[in-house]
């Protein structure tokens, strides 16, 4: 299975950003695998694409605000960090992405928040666009 078979066009008014308030009129995307139709349903139509031998498995994952905009050092440029996974919690250490990376040195340093008091320190390179933060 590649990534690239998850890859279609989801237009930004599809995207719910509250819970339904009734969780079962919930909307639905279903994709019919043999002809590529997309229809637009409520979840509890669910059933109705589920045969006797299917089954459903559930994820209680909790997703954390990753992404932060704030501004470099001197310059003031906006900046985007993307909080990939905390490395170190006793030193404060997390894997980020950034963009524009090419802005984003080791010794820089990141401010956010509308008065800067959260402020990041960059302290490795580790991909293109990755870096180590503190």
């Known amino acids: 299975m590649k990534l690239s078979q998850f890859k279609f066009n989801l237009p930004e008014s599809l995207i719910a950003h509250s819970p339904s308030e009734k969780r079962d009129e919930a909307r639905l995307m279903v994709l019919h695998k ?6 637009h349903k409520i979840f509890k139509d669910i059933l109705d694409y589920y045969d006797d031998k299917d089954v459903m498995i559930l994820n209680n994952t909790k997703v954390f605000p ?3 905009y704030g501004n470099k ?5 906006t900046i985007e960090v993307f909080l990939l ?5 006793e030193l404060r250490l997390w894997d980020v992405l950034v963009d524009p990376a090419r802005k984003i040195r080791v ?6 928040g509308d008065d800067d008091l959260l402020i990041a320190e960059v302290v490795d390179n580790t991909t293109s666009r990755g870096r180590t933060i503190r």
């Open 85 to 89: 996974r905390e490395l170190n919690k």
């Open 73 to 77: 050092e001197k310059t003031g440029a």
């Open 34 to 39: 043999d002809s590529g139709k997309i229809e």
């Open 107 to 112: 010794g820089n340093k990141l401010y956010f």
């Open 66 to 68: 990753a992404r932060l």
